[in-house]
């Protein structure tokens, strides 16, 4: 069974401020994905990543991809309200046709 | 909206009981996934079917089953319910298999009393 595991599991911070959550795993993801979920929702798609050592901006957000592809990180900038929501990252292992996902980072950014 | 359709909404039945959720995948997606999350699992997978077929299977209970029509809707059926199932169950469809992103629906919330 694969284990993907994100840091922190819970972020609270006031608008403005930068931050940073991370996504590990002990094996290779052939691609890694980026979701974010507001509360009553289903996650939403924001970036696929493919290639190590890739990085993708979206608007504020900024995706790093690890060289080794075991790992994933997201940026976000200047923090606002509309940014809260739970962060999930999931990936595909090489040999399975569905993704796995981590349990999330839920962000709370303060007015 | 995502093109993901998920009924109903909301559901509240009691233990014991058998409920059916629905799910319309999103137009040309022949993948169906349904996933169980609740607060302190996480989003759960439960089951995959692919253009009819079943594809793969994670944490489903045998008390749980599913299953993909030839429109490609697919029903997820829950049965002789305990307080635990309660969760949001989530429907989400792709249009390949083992690679793209998943569009999600918005979840049929369950409540077991």
């Known amino acids: 069974t694969q284990l993907l595991e994100q840091s922190p599991q819970f972020l609270s911070i006031q608008e403005g401020e930068n931050l940073t959550v991370y996504c590990n795993s002990s094996s290779v993801f052939s691609s890694l994905q980026w979701y974010r979920q507001e509360p009553g929702e289903g996650p939403v798609l924001l970036v696929t990543?493919?290639?190590?050592?890739e990085v993708k901006k979206l608007k504020r957000l900024t995706f790093q991809f690890g060289d080794a592809r075991k790992d994933s990180s997201l940026h976000i900038t200047a923090a606002q309200p509309g940014d809260t929501g739970l962060y999930l990252c999931?990936?595909?292992?090489?040999?399975?046709?569905?993704?796995?996902f981590g349990k999330g980072t839920m962000l709370l950014v303060s007015p | 909206d995502s093109g993901v359709t998920q009924t109903p909404k909301h559901l509240i039945t009691a233990t014991g009981q058998r409920v059916t959720l629905r799910c319309s995948p999103r137009s040309g997606d022949l993948s169906v996934y349904w996933y169980q999350q609740s607060l302190d699992q996480g989003l759960q997978f439960l089951i995959q079917y692919y253009n009819g077929e079943e594809r793969a299977k994670g944490n489903i209970l045998e008390r749980f089953s599913a299953q993909q029509f030839p429109d490609l809707h697919s029903e997820l059926n829950l049965s002789s319910l305990e307080l635990g199932d309660s969760a949001l169950y989530f429907c989400a469809s792709s249009p390949l298999l083992g690679a793209g992103g998943y569009t999600f629906g918005s979840g049929t919330r369950l409540t077991v009393v």
């Open positions: 999931a990936g595909y292992y090489s040999g399975y046709s569905t993704l796995t």
């Open positions: 990543v493919v290639t190590g050592g």
